[in-house]
């Protein structure tokens, strides 16, 4: 497309044009330049995102370091496929690169400071949820039908089909899913099969709570709960951290609201 003669009056503009295609937003840069002659010119410099654009303009950019599957050639000019130090500029191609190769794809500890904890944590899941399913790595010839395809795994309907359940920490949720917490407390359950996960986002896999039941804190008894397992040295103790965590996060929680103790099996650990 002859972008410039379409946006002759913003040839000048020193910020990104926007155009629509009727399909999606481009953004231009419209650049002065010079010839071999030494005559000067426009050029159009073309961006599907908007953070590219400016990037160019003030000559910064985003850089995101991590290991997945390189090409590399030698002198001969054969291909060789290996796990290698790659980058990106931009967090949606990192974000491709983990759905392409979760069982390679990795951030070094030194380059971890380069993500948000938000970033890190979605990359993290994506990956743990793709490995959960054994979903295989995508080779760099597969065709847009070989990649759709690999969607109809059956197991990648367990994501589609139950809602993520996070306990309030890890150990709990490594002790479940070794099945040796068979518990949890909540204030409701709407269902009875969930993917259990921990707090980094990493999937445990499938339980299911096979038993609710109703009461106050204050009528828990150790046939309910282990206070022990959970780190305290009585019931009472337990107790009252349970109070105290529930009147923290709820406003409307007393000491005569019912919570729901949830005895759960494991259906599959990931």
Same mark, same amino acid.
Request: with cysteine; net charge negative.
């Given at each position: 497309?002859?972008?410039?003669?379409?946006? #002759?009056?913003?040839?000048?503009?020193?910020?990104?044009?926007?155009?629509?295609?009727?399909?999606?937003?481009?953004?231009?840069?419209? /650049?002065?330049?010079?010839?071999?002659?030494?005559?000067?010119?426009? $050029? %159009?410099?073309?961006?599907? !995102? !908007?953070?590219?654009?400016?990037?160019?303009?003030?000559?910064?950019?985003?850089? /995101?370091?991590?290991?997945?599957?390189?090409?590399?050639?030698?002198?001969?000019?054969?291909?060789?496929?290996?796990?290698?130090?790659?980058?990106?500029?931009?967090?949606? *191609?990192?974000?491709?690169?983990?759905?392409?190769?979760?069982?390679?794809?990795?951030?070094?500890?030194? +380059?971890?400071?380069?993500? *948000?904890?938000?970033?890190?944590?979605?990359?993290?899941?994506?990956?743990?949820?793709?490995?959960?399913?054994?979903?295989?790595?995508?080779?760099? $010839?597969?065709?847009?039908?070989? @990649? $759709?395809?690999?969607? =109809?795994?059956?197991?990648?309907?367990?994501?589609?089909?139950?809602?993520?359940?996070? &306990?309030?920490?890890?150990?709990?949720?490594?002790?479940? @899913? $070794?099945?040796?917490?068979?518990?949890?407390?909540? =204030?409701?359950?709407?269902?009875?099969?969930?993917?259990?996960?921990?707090?980094?986002?990493?999937?445990?896999?499938?339980?299911? %709570?096979? #038993?609710?039941?109703? &009461?106050?804190?204050? +009528?828990?008894?150790?046939?309910?709960?282990?206070?022990?397992?959970?780190?305290?040295?009585?019931? #009472?103790?337990?107790?009252?951290?349970? #109070?105290?965590? /529930?009147?923290?996060?709820?406003?409307?929680?007393?000491?005569?609201?019912?919570?729901?103790?949830?005895? %759960?099996?494991?259906?599959?650990?990931?």
């Amino acid at each position: 497309m002859n972008y410039l003669r379409k946006y #002759k009056k913003y040839k000048n503009a020193g910020l990104p044009i926007m155009d629509f295609d009727g399909k999606s937003m481009h953004y231009l840069n419209f /650049y002065k330049m010079k010839n071999n002659k030494g005559k000067e010119k426009i $050029n %159009v410099f073309d961006y599907d !995102l !908007l953070s590219d654009a400016l990037e160019d303009l003030l000559n910064e950019e985003f850089y /995101y370091s991590f290991n997945t599957l390189i090409c590399e050639y030698d002198e001969e000019g054969n291909e060789t496929i290996k796990v290698g130090h790659s980058h990106a500029h931009n967090f949606e *191609s990192v974000v491709r690169e983990v759905y392409y190769n979760p069982h390679v794809f990795s951030i070094d500890k030194e +380059d971890k400071y380069l993500y *948000s904890e938000q970033e890190y944590r979605f990359l993290m899941k994506i990956k743990s949820y793709l490995m959960a399913i054994k979903r295989e790595d995508i080779s760099f $010839n597969a065709t847009i039908d070989d @990649i $759709n395809d690999m969607s =109809l795994n059956e197991d990648a309907c367990l994501f589609r089909d139950y809602k993520t359940f996070v &306990l309030p920490d890890d150990k709990s949720a490594e002790l479940m @899913i $070794n099945k040796k917490k068979k518990y949890f407390i909540s =204030l409701n359950t709407n269902d009875n099969r969930y993917l259990l996960a921990n707090n980094e986002g990493i999937y445990l896999g499938l339980i299911e %709570v096979i #038993k609710k039941k109703k &009461l106050r804190i204050d +009528d828990l008894t150790e046939k309910d709960v282990d206070y022990k397992l959970e780190g305290f040295k009585s019931l #009472k103790a337990y107790q009252n951290d349970l #109070k105290k965590f /529930y009147r923290e996060n709820f406003a409307d929680f007393n000491d005569r609201t019912e919570i729901i103790v949830n005895t %759960v099996k494991v259906i599959r650990k990931f």
